[in-house]
């Protein structure tokens, strides 16, 4: 019976997907699959889907997805831009260094990369190329960057892992070997998720600079300017404040991750009307436009995903796993090897959300054997992920920015290289060193 399962499972999602199938229409289509193989009702199917969008975590999805648009459409986007074009001043490669910082800063509030991509790459790929970058180079750094958004919390990709990883329990043997496990809570991943966020930040300036000292690409001005820094705080004062409203109230335990969405939408329209008044009706129609058809692909792909874990989790997939990779090695360094290497592969050919629903049933439990905290694990997934959309040929930033500038895909995805490269290198560093992740949410309690 398992075989069966497992053979017309994969069998049919890699045939679609080869054929050019969406990867919800794959999902979907194999599970159904599957169960007509063994004989079950597929109305079981229904019940299952409807289920996976009944928790109130997923709140946040759309909420999420509308308060990126609206910061957008209001005007911090760009004024978080300034601000980080304030602090380059005459540092190599400062005006790339400044997209990287807005990426940063965006992160915190869309929660999505390619969101992130796309707003700060509107802005900053044709001030750099203004300056002298060329086209390749500005558009490799900006899709690099833009993953951020999904490592810096507050994350959708963070959501959907929590979501997923809430229904998995630990082994019984994991429960005697190593004691109690901490579950698996959003707020403790947006928590977890601030300084490795920061690494990959880090570790993407640092190639910038030796990249750019490379290329010869001066900073914006002769000297910083203190002047030039204090307008831009006081111009983008309101826009600082939304990430720290935003993460603030969830590091504090004001609100959870949904109530926080809530607020940065209500923010959003108070900062957008009264504050910067560049907030109309016909681009909240666009903002709520594009978060419904955004919100509706997700849970597509949510629907057929949670279906098709829940097949791998009855038919004892995931414990087949994590029993053969512990059988080629125990070793934790070398285990982590392996996963991140996996991951970095998929995420080259599979969306980010897809990929969390359909992976998390697979490698928790291998993580829960090793007596690796649910939460670390994650975070080095979300990073793995953030990864992926650099990657081609899926690569969603590099289509963006690709989009945005005008060049090829595969010019961006050869200047991308260095930085995915220092990206890879950042995730062992996270997986390898776990306090990066679990020292913050211990020290605020969670």
């Not at 990867?23 to 009702?41: E, P």
């Not at 601030?194 to 300036?205: A, E, K, Y």
């Not at 000297?223 to 600082?240: P, V």
């Amino acid at each position: 019976m398992e075989t069966t399962i497992v053979f017309v499972l994969f069998g049919s999602f890699i045939i679609l997907l080869l054929l050019g199938a969406p990867i919800s229409i794959s999902l979907g289509v194999s599970a159904v699959a599957a169960f007509l193989a063994v004989g079950d009702n597929p109305i079981k199917l229904v019940q299952i889907a409807f289920t996976s969008v009944g928790s109130f975590p997923l709140m946040a999805l759309p909420a999420f997805i509308l308060a990126g648009s609206l910061m957008e459409a209001a005007g911090v986007s760009k004024r978080l831009v300034a601000l980080a074009e304030s602090f380059a001043g005459p540092m190599t490669g400062g005006i790339s260094c400044a997209t990287v910082i807005a990426c940063m800063f965006f992160g915190a509030i869309s929660g999505s990369g390619p969101a992130t991509t796309a707003a700060v790459g509107m802005l900053m790929i044709p001030a750099m190329v203004n300056r002298g970058y060329d086209k390749g180079y500005a558009s490799a750094i900006t899709a690099s960057s833009g993953g951020l958004g999904v490592v810096i919390p507050p994350s959708i990709p963070m959501v959907i892992f929590g979501i997923s990883g809430m229904s998995i329990m630990p082994p019984a043997e994991a429960v005697a070997k190593f004691g109690s496990f901490q579950t698996v809570s959003i707020p403790k991943l947006f928590v977890a998720g601030f300084f490795p966020g920061l690494v990959i930040s880090i570790s993407l300036m640092i190639m910038n600079y030796f990249l750019c000292k490379r290329y010869g690409y001066k900073g914006l001005t002769d000297r910083w300017s203190l002047s030039t820094i204090g307008h831009a705080f006081k111009t983008g004062f309101w826009a600082i404040l939304a990430p720290i409203v935003i993460l603030g109230g969830i590091y504090t335990g004001m609100f959870t991750p949904t109530e926080s969405a809530i607020v940065a939408i209500f923010y959003t329209l108070f900062v957008g009307f009264f504050i910067h008044k560049e907030l109309k009706m016909p681009a909240i129609m666009k903002a709520l436009e594009t978060t419904t058809w955004l919100t509706g692909r997700v849970l597509l792909i949510l629907f057929t995903a949670t279906v098709f874990g829940r097949l791998l989790v009855e038919n004892q997939i995931p414990a087949i796993v994590a029993k053969g990779m512990l059988e080629i090695t125990t070793n934790p360094y070398l285990i982590w090897a392996m996963i991140i290497f996996f991951l970095l592969f998929v995420g080259m050919f599979m969306e980010t959300l897809a990929t969390i629903m359909i992976l998390t049933p697979v490698l928790l439990p291998v993580m829960y054997n090793l007596g690796i905290d649910p939460i670390h694990f994650g975070i080095v997934l979300v990073c793995c992920c953030e990864i992926g959309f650099q990657t081609p040929p899926l690569g969603e930033n590099l289509f963006i920015a690709s989009g945005i500038a005008d060049v090829s895909i595969e010019e961006i995805s050869l200047k991308a290289i260095p930085f995915s490269i220092v990206a890879t290198v950042s995730v062992f560093i996270i997986a390898y060193f776990p306090e990066i992740s679990l020292w913050f949410p211990r020290l605020l309690g969670y």
